[in-house]
C-alpha cells in the first residue's frame, strides 16, 4: 500500500477560528463573503435547475422514472448532507468537562468514519480518523470528536486542509496545543479514475504542542498501529 506522508507542525496561534465556525488563515475553505446571503431553500432549487441541464447536456431523458427525480435529490442531499459543513449553522456544540480525575496522558479516539469529497473533481474522499490530546483542565465528549470531524469533513475538501482544520478547531475548543490529528483515506478521484489505482491511500497528520515530539509520536502509533 502506498502512503502519502505529510509532517505538519501547525501552531494553533497562527489560526484564527472566525465567527462563521470556518477557518481563516492557510487552512481557510474556499468561500465566498456572500454564501450565506441566499437560503437554503434557493440553493436546492437552483441546484435541481443546474443539474437537471447538466443531465440534458448528457443526453439522458429525464422522463424516465428512475431519473425525474434525480436533480432535486442531488440537490438536496448537497445542501443538507455531504456539503452541509460549508454552512456554520450546522458546526456542531462542543460540550467540555472539568478534568476532575486529572487525567495528564493522551486521550485518543481513534478510528473514526471520514466521508469527504474531493472539490477537485466533486468525488468522495473516504478513509479513517485519529485524535489525540492531553488536557489542559478540560475534556470533550467523545461523540465530538466524531462530529467534529463530520463536520469540516462534509464539504468540498483537500485533506491536507482537512487535517489543519481538525487540529486547529480541536486546539481552540480545548484550549490547549497539545493536539494530534491523523488522516488515512482513499480518492476516488486517484482509485476510479485517471492513475485508477485503488490500492493507494494517503495519509496526513497533525502534531502539535507536546504531542510533537518524537517520543509522543511514537507512543502514539504504537497505540493506534500496533
Known sequence: M??????????????????????????????????????NEEKKSRIAVLFKEIMEVMGLDLSDDSLRGTPE???????EEIFSG???????????????????????EKNITL????????????????VAYISSGKVIGLSKLNRIVQYFGRR???????????????????????????????????????VADDASSTTTVYYGGRLSTADKIAELHNYLFR
Do not use: W
Open 86 to 108: 460549508l454552512d456554520p449553522a450546522n458546526k456542531p456544540a462542543s460540550t467540555l468537562f472539568l478534568n476532575t480525575y486529572a487525567y495528564n496522558q493522551m486521550i485518543i
Open 156 to 194: 468540498p475538501q483537500v485533506q491536507e486542509r482537512l487535517t489543519n482544520q481538525i487540529g486547529a478547531e480541536l486546539a481552540s475548543v480545548l484550549e490547549t496545543d497539545d493536539i494530534a490529528v491523523i488522516v488515512e483515506a482513499k480518492h476516488l478521484c486517484v482509485c476510479s479514475r485517471g
Open 2 to 39: 502506498k502512503d502519502i506522508h505529510q509532517e505538519t507542525e501547525f501552531c494553533s496561534n497562527d489560526t484564527a477560528i472566525i465567527s462563521q465556525g470556518l477557518i481563516a488563515s492557510n487552512v481557510a475553505t474556499p468561500i465566498r463573503e456572500d454564501a450565506f446571503n441566499v437560503s
Open 115 to 130: 466521508y469527504s469529497y474531493c472539490e477537485h473533481h466533486f468525488v468522495p474522499i473516504m478513509g479513517r480518523v485519529h
Open 73 to 79: 435529490r442531488v440537490a438536496k442531499m448537497y445542501i
